[in-house]
C-alpha cells in the first residue's frame, strides 16, 4: 500500500490520478488533497477518499470548506501548502498544480526527502537546474507523469543512458497543425480550447495549441534525463499514439504506444516498478492503418522555436520564457490579447531581461516580478 498525496486535485490530472487510486483501492491509500478554489469538488473528493489533511489555496474559501467537512483536517493558503509539502510519512506527492507557482511545492517536496510525481513541468523548465540537483543531494525520484516523458522513461528502463543517440518527442500538432499560419490572426479562445485528442484543462489546452507544451518538454526531457537539446528530435504525430521514441547508437529505436489516456502515464508513476491493470484500457492495432510521422514547422510555430532560443541560451531565459507564457495565455483566456500575441510577447521579455547565467530560487522569483510588471507596463494591460 503506497501512501499519495495530490497537490491539485480538482485539476484534470488530479482528477484522473484519484481514477487510478479509486480503480487500486488496495494498493493506494490518499494521505491529502489540495486544491486551488474549487471546494465544492474538494469536498465530494474528501468525501469518498477520506485523507487525513486537505487544503485549499484560496483562503477565502477556507470557512466554507470547514462548514462541510468534519473529521479531516483542514489547511488553507500558501502556508498550508508547503504543510502537506513537508509531510514525512508519503509514499508520492502528484504535484499536478498548474502554471510557475508549482516551483516552490516541487522544491518543498524534494527538500522533505519525498519522492514526486511530476505533472507541473513548468518547474523543471524554469529551474531545472535547481530541481535536479536538489533531488540528487536527498537521493530522491522524480517520476514524470506528462504522457511523453513517461514514454521515454518507459523506453529507457534497463538501458545504459550513454547509449542513447537522441530522443524523439512527438507532438499531436493540437487544433491548428492544419491551418495556415495566415490564419493564426483570427484564432478564437474557443478554437484554441478545442483540441483534436486530449482532454486538459485550459492553460496546458493553448499551450498545446501554440506548441509551446512540447517546447517544455523538450526543456524537460533535457533536465530529466540529461539529454543536450541538439539529441532531441521533435515530430508531429497526430493519432497521438507513439508518445515518444528513443533511438540508442546501434540505430535501434524503442517507442511507446498506446491510446491517449493521462491515467496510464500516472498510474506509472504511481507503481513504479510495478505496472497494474488498467482494465478499460486496452490497445488495438489493427486499428490503426497508419501512423503519421510530420516535420514541425518552427516558422508557424513560433513559441517551440523560442523554447530552442531559451535553452541554448542558457541561463535565465528558460524562467522568463515560462513566466510570460503563463502570463501571455491567462490574457488570451480574457480577451485581452490576440493568439498571435502569445509568442510576440514572449520574445519582447526575452529580449529585454538582465540575463543571469544560473538563477537561484530567489532571482527567480524576482525575474518573475519582472516579467509581470514589464507585461503590464509594456503593453499596457
Excluded at 543517440?165 to 495556415?180: C, E, M, V, Y
Excluded at 541554448?312 to 490579447?337: E, P, T, W
Aim: charged letters at 25%.
Amino acid at each position: 500500500m503506497k501512501t499519495i498525496g495530490i497537490l491539485g486535485s480538482t485539476g484534470s490530472v488530479g482528477k484522473q490520478s484519484l481514477e487510478v487510486i479509486s480503480n487500486h483501492k488496495n494498493k493506494f491509500n490518499v494521505k491529502f488533497l489540495a486544491a486551488n478554489s474549487n471546494i465544492d469538488l474538494l469536498i465530494e473528493q474528501t468525501k469518498k477518499f477520506k485523507p487525513e489533511f486537505i487544503c485549499i489555496y484560496d483562503k477565502s474559501k477556507y470557512i466554507e470548506l470547514k462548514n462541510n467537512i468534519s473529521k479531516t483536517k483542514i489547511l488553507s493558503g500558501n502556508e498550508g501548502l508547503m504543510n502537506l509539502c513537508a509531510l514525512s510519512n508519503v509514499d508520492i506527492i502528484l504535484n499536478a498544480i498548474s502554471g510557475y507557482s508549482g516551483l516552490e511545492s516541487t522544491m518543498k517536496i524534494i527538500e522533505s526527502g519525498t519522492d514526486i510525481a511530476l505533472s507541473n513541468k513548468e518547474s523543471i523548465v524554469q529551474a531545472g537546474h535547481l530541481v535536479m540537483n536538489l533531488a540528487k543531494s536527498k537521493n530522491v525520484n522524480i517520476f514524470p507523469v506528462d504522457s511523453e516523458h513517461s514514454a521515454l522513461w518507459q523506453c529507457m528502463v534497463g538501458e545504459q543512458e550513454n547509449k542513447i543517440r537522441k530522443i524523439i518527442l512527438t507532438a499531436s500538432g493540437g487544433p491548428f497543425r492544419t491551418l495556415s499560419k495566415d490564419d493564426f490572426s483570427n484564432v478564437t479562445v474557443a478554437q484554441a480550447l478545442n483540441h483534436p485528442n486530449w482532454e486538459m484543462g485550459k492553460k496546458i489546452t493553448i499551450d498545446s495549441a501554440t506548441m509551446m507544451n512540447k517546447g517544455f518538454e523538450m526543456i524537460e526531457a533535457h533536465w530529466l534525463f540529461n539529454i543536450d537539446s541538439k539529441n532531441i528530435e521533435i515530430v508531429v504525430h497526430p493519432q497521438s499514439i507513439i508518445h515518444s521514441m528513443v533511438e540508442y547508437i546501434d540505430g535501434s529505436i524503442k517507442a511507446q504506444l498506446s491510446n491517449p489516456d493521462m491515467r496510464l502515464p500516472i498510474q506509472y508513476a504511481f507503481s513504479f516498478p510495478k505496472r497494474y491493470e488498467l482494465t478499460d484500457l486496452t490497445f488495438d492495432i489493427k486499428k490503426f492503418s497508419r501512423l503519421d510521422i510530420e516535420p514541425v514547422d518552427l516558422n508557424k510555430f513560433k513559441c517551440l522555436k523560442l523554447s530552442f532560443d531559451a535553452i541554448n541560451k542558457g541561463g535565465s531565459n528558460s524562467v522568463i520564457l515560462n513566466v510570460a507564457n503563463d502570463i501571455a495565455v491567462d490574457l488570451f483566456l480574457n480577451d485581452k490579447i490576440t493568439f498571435i500575441q502569445i509568442p510576440d510577447i514572449i520574445e519582447e521579455c526575452m529580449s529585454n531581461h538582465s540575463y543571469m547565467n544560473s538563477p537561484k530560487l530567489s532571482d527567480i522569483l524576482s525575474l518573475t516580478k519582472w516579467t509581470k510588471k514589464y507585461i503590464k507596463e509594456k503593453f499596457e494591460l
